[in-house]
Nanobody, 121 residues
Framework: QLVESGGGLVQAGGSLRLSCQAS????????TAWFRQAPGKEREFVAA????????NYADSVKGRFAISRDNVKNTLYLQMNSLKPEDTAVYYC????????????????WGQGTQVTVSS
């Protein structure tokens, strides 16, 4: 089970920090990621982090503005979002895979319910 929090309404240029609490028994062994879905669009990759936290990657659209991290003791995944833009408006989902790392949506079987992020111009 994955539960996201931290979404909300923010002005362009602002920041938000998303959290994802996992109740997966072996969370520390899972690769994890954030995806997002805007109205009328397909779900898209945002950022991924490997099971140890030593490898990360980002979509070009968020590179330099977002930072993914995880705390395996707290079983929590984070997404720090800075310099937010209206085009970042979407429902953000955290997800986990039994693979140590992945960016492929097809590899992810566990999904949260999503948290809405709205960026006003």
């Amino acid at each position: 089970q994955l539960v996201e929090s931290g979404g909300g309404l923010v002005q362009a240029g602002g920041s938000l920090r998303l959290s994802c609490q996992a109740s997966l028994r072996t969370f520390a062994s899972y690769g994890t990621a954030w995806f997002r879905q805007a109205p009328g669009k397909e779900r898209e990759f945002v950022a991924a982090i490997n099971w140890r936290g030593g490898k990360t990657n980002y979509a070009d659209s968020v590179k330099g503005r977002f930072a993914i991290s995880r705390d395996n003791v707290k079983n929590t995944l984070y997404l720090q979002m800075n310099s937010l833009k209206p085009e970042d408006t979407a429902v953000y989902y955290c997800t986990a895979t039994r693979k140590p790392y992945s960016e492929d949506v097809g590899d992810f079987g566990a999904w949260g319910q999503g948290t809405q992020v709205t960026v006003s111009s």
